[in-house]
């Protein structure tokens, strides 16, 4: 029986997905073998031996410490794309506010209350306050292109946008998805010259924390409005505060406020809502289980971030055998050596890498030793084995 621990509220419609007579499932189980998270912090946490894989229900996994994980043996898992369409729904939203001033007028209409009939002369005397620029013919730079950044190019494009796309590792199904419309931008530097306005649908990581900052706003158009329902970090705040006052950002969106950007002009700021919809939840949980489930019971890697991405058919009458191991040359040799000698016989094989991490699988036909794992955990360089 497997044991699933829930560090958040997870969907019911991701849970009902776990076969009761395979799985349970709560917040304190004795022993999990994975963990279903959304955001909770899992920094601080003490690993128990018995975890194999923690599934994100999300995109983010700056909440989690992936590189601590692999080198534990646990698979992290994301769910790219299951909330894309609800971050690329608000991002658009983000986007006519940026322009249009209509947070700031409707908290002035607020104060009209009590006007009684003068109400209609004062909404016509004061809107004017409120002017803001369409955004058709406007130039927007998308960097990241993901499964969320597609979709936000796509959308923008069709509201009659130009629309600049960067990213340095595009995925062939991200370029496949994207409309021929979209330009190609081939740095930073195209978006921050050109663009009107610029969204951020990137991760945040060594390379990318704090791009947005002085050096880099003052390359950018006067003017310029800058969405991010990406990563708050993505953005040095007191800069980009700077730049605000300073009228050479004209407006910054963000779902990720921070105490000095609330309430300050010209800045509007959404409570994390990019994924808050029924259907991005219902989503995440979704993958997040089908995920958990088919490395715990195949030991197949889909979505992962910090292992290999590797699958390998079942075959009937077979004793699936997965290893985690760094990737140093020589070892899948000791492996298949250990497995011989035990007196199994590899039917089937796949092996893949990720920077310092590889990860084998093996189907075995013959004898399989019920000590195999331990053997197989005793070879320098394992980090975790498993006989399923």
Same mark, same amino acid.
């Given at each position: ?7 958040? !509220? ?34 601080? #946490? ?11 229900? *999300?995109? *983010? ?10 080198? !534990?043996?646990?698979? $992290? %898992? ?20 940026? @322009? ?25 005397? *004061? ?10 013919? !406007? ?38 998805? #994207?409309? @021929?419309?979209? +330009?190609?931008?081939? @740095? ?21 924390? *704090? ?8 390359? #950018? !158009? ?5 969405? =991010? ?14 730049? $605000? /006052? ?9 779902? %990720?406020?921070?105490?000095? #950007? ?23 949980? $979704? ?12 030991? =197949? ?31 899948? =040799? ?5 497995? &011989? ?6 039917? =089937?094989?796949? @092996?893949?890498?990720?920077? /310092?991490?590889?990860?084998?699988? %093996? ?8 000590? +195999? ?11 975790? &084995?498993?006989?399923?």
């Amino acid at each position: 029986m497997y044991q699933i621990q829930t560090l958040n !509220k997870i969907s019911p419609i991701g849970l009902e997905r776990f076969d009761r007579a395979k799985y349970t499932w709560g917040d304190e189980p004795a022993a999990p073998d994975a963990v279903l998270v959304r955001s909770a912090s899992m920094h601080d #946490m003490e690993f128990p031996a018995s975890l194999l894989a923690i599934a994100r229900a *999300g995109a *983010g996994v700056n909440n989690i410490p992936t590189d601590a994980c692999a080198r !534990k043996g646990v698979v $992290v %898992f994301n769910t790219p794309g299951a909330n894309a369409n609800a971050v690329k729904e608000i991002t658009i939203l983000g986007l006519l506010m940026a @322009s249009r001033k209509v947070a700031d007028s409707m908290e002035w209409v607020k104060t009209l209350k009590g006007s009684g009939d003068e109400v209609s002369k004062k909404v016509e005397k *004061g809107k004017g306050a409120f002017v803001g620029p369409e955004i058709q013919g !406007k130039k927007l730079g998308v960097v990241g292109l993901g499964a969320i950044g597609v979709l936000v190019a796509n959308a923008a494009a069709k509201l009659g946008m130009t629309v600049y796309g960067y990213d340095p590792y595009l995925s062939v199904d991200a370029a496949w998805s #994207m409309s @021929s419309s979209i +330009l190609h931008a081939t @740095s930073l530097k195209d978006i921050y010259e050109n663009c009107d306005y610029i969204t951020l649908h990137l991760p945040c990581n060594s390379e990318t924390k *704090g791009m947005i900052n002085a050096s880099s706003i003052a390359t #950018m !158009k006067t003017g310029v409005r800058l969405l =991010n329902f990406a990563r708050g970090e993505l953005v040095v705040s007191a800069d980009l505060l700077e730049a $605000v /006052e300073s009228k050479k950002v004209a407006c910054y969106v963000t779902d %990720f406020p921070s105490d000095d #950007m609330i309430g300050a002009e010209n800045i509007v700021a959404f409570p994390h809502l990019g994924a808050s919809t029924p259907e991005s939840e219902d989503n995440c949980a $979704v993958m997040a289980a089908n995920e958990l489930m088919d490395y715990l019971e195949n030991g =197949n890697i889909v979505h992962s971030v910090n292992l290999p991405n590797l699958t390998l058919p079942r075959s009937a009458g077979m004793t699936r055998v997965t290893v985690i191991h760094l990737n140093v040359s020589g070892l899948i =040799n000791k492996l298949t050596a250990v497995i &011989s000698e035990g007196g199994g016989n590899i039917e =089937n094989m796949i @092996s893949g890498s990720r920077k /310092e991490f590889a990860y084998t699988m %093996f189907d075995l036909s013959g004898n399989v030793p019920a000590d +195999l794992a331990a053997k197989l955990d005793a070879v320098p360089d394992v980090i975790r &084995s498993r006989v399923i």
